[in-house]
């Protein structure tokens, strides 16, 4: 059943709807509760009356369709899903294949259901995923082309970008201008596309974003066998795990001070800084020396002049590796990691909320977790997924319904108001409470950690633990960005995506832009990593000892 099966963003607007449909979204989740117990005739009666007292939304609509249908309501179940037709769209195959539709399947009013749906359907696709996009990639794009492209970005972004005001001295269409002979100049595929992410950045947005076809991967995206990181505000390396720089005395520590013969510093601003879409500056320092800073070409050494500890330097050119090369080399992070610290103090890091696996991963390892006197929950090295997962994890540390992550706006273009003189509304989805409990129960101390890579949906879950006020956040400011991106392709087979919703926390502050503060800040050190010590970690630890002697 339902439409959140059928829709990605539909099960965060299922479970965290706002107060604008706060009384709708309290009879739909009855009625979910009722379908669950399989009382279809029940929840097919709250749903209808979730419609009635307004929410007209796609979930609550198909929803209701499902339950009639179960309960036997076939006249009923029709009209819900032709009201669907008439105000949303749903994916046909998908609906073909809902077993809740059994039973009116060989009505034959689903046949004529299904062929409007299907030309709804092939319609929006061709307004908005039209193929005529989808143009193969080629290593020189006809100018034509490479303009339509401009053009379509552009276009998105002007009638869908959530965080213009973020950037209140950008004039969009004077950018579009300004870059159509940029595009026009550009001698290759690669070129264009480094101009059109040049242009994205302007944006300063981290769910803003250009993507290259992955034809050019090779010219972009060779590294070598390193992970680097900035700390103390000197670029270190953080790994190495190709086995060849190992032997060559290319080791963790060591420090770069620059790269190519530029400044480490002055190398990144030259050629890494104009192409990063970030939104706010603890983001931009990670990135910039993180991830990006030494990629290149494939093949195509990168020569470092590295500094020890004991102030020696020397220069080493390490080889940049392709992606699956380098992947195969690179340590695989776990989804989750537990252990129990001195003072039987749990450490639990939550590496990812892409998939399922680590919320099975959490409820696996709960028992052991619940044996700690206290509990230090890791999110650093999280650079988000689904909010939902991270939603299901901190329902196991409160026995009562908790806001979610954040009150939520989007920009409600209108033609209609338009041409009346309104140029511009918002559709506020405010901040409901997260309806689903956890079998079972910590109520000990809890501290979160945080770090400018703590992005995405693993903000929202420190938004989320922050106003629970369930524990202290230590560490750095998290990246500052969340959202829902809209995503489209690009001529040649490269794609992008676009911000469409604007996240705050459920009284309006703002974090987008700004970053998540911790209640406590803490850094880590560079004597510390040297020596193996985790700054922050360490922090967290001694605070929870000093909890538990009050």
Known sequence: MRLTKLLSLTLFLFLFCGAGFAQGTDLARKAEAAYQKKDFAESARLYLTAIDGGD????????????????????????????LIDSASIPVEQAQKDTDFESIRTDARWAKFIERAAAKEKRLNRAWNNPAWNVPFAPNLSDDVKVAGLSKFWSEVKYNFANFDLVPDLDWDALYLEYLPKVRATKSTLEYYRVLTELCA???????????????????????????????????????????????????????????GLPVKDYAAKFVAPYLCVSTPQDRESRLYGATLLNGPVGKGVALTLR??????????????????????????????????????????????????????????????????????????????????????????????????????????????????????????????????????????????????TFSAAEDFAVAFDVMKRGRMMGEPTGGSTGQPLSFTLPGGGSARVCTKRDRYPDGREFVGVGVKPDIPVTQTLADFRAGRDTVLEAAADELRKTAKK
Do not use: M
């Open 56 to 83: 007209t939304s796609a979930n609550t609509i198909y929803n209701g369709a499902c339950a009639l249908a179960l309960a036997g309501r076939k006249d009923d179940a029709f009209v819900l899903l032709n009201r």
């Open 308 to 453: 020890d500890a004991n102030g020696k330097e020397f220069t080493k050119t390490l080889p940049r590796l392709s992606v699956k090369a380098r992947g195969a080399l690179a340590p695989k992070t776990p989804s989750t990691e537990f252990r129990v610290l001195p003072g039987n103090i749990g450490y639990i890091a939550l590496n990812q909320f892409e998939n399922e696996t680590v919320v099975k991963e959490f409820e696996s390892a709960f028992d052991d977790i619940a044996k700690a006197d206290s509990l230090i929950i890791d999110i650093r090295n999280n650079g988000g997924g689904n909010s939902g997962n991270g939603g299901r994890i901190l329902a196991y540390f409160t026995e009562q319904k908790f806001l979610t992550t954040s009150s939520w706006r989007t920009r409600q273009y209108r033609p209609a108001f338009r041409a009346w003189g309104t140029l511009e509304e918002w559709f506020d989805g405010g901040a409901g409470r997260w309806g689903i409990s956890a079998p079972k129960y910590y109520a000990k101390p809890v501290v979160v950690l945080i770090s400018p890579r």
């Open 202 to 260: 302007r944006l300063n947005d981290g769910h803003t974003n250009v993507y290259e076809p992955d034809q050019l991967d090779d010219e972009l995206y060779g590294r070598p066998g390193v992970a680097i990181r900035l700390i103390e505000n000197r670029v270190v390396l953080r790994l190495v795990f190709d086995p060849a720089l190992i032997a060559d005395g290319v080791t963790p520590g060591l420090e770069i001070i620059a790269v190519d």
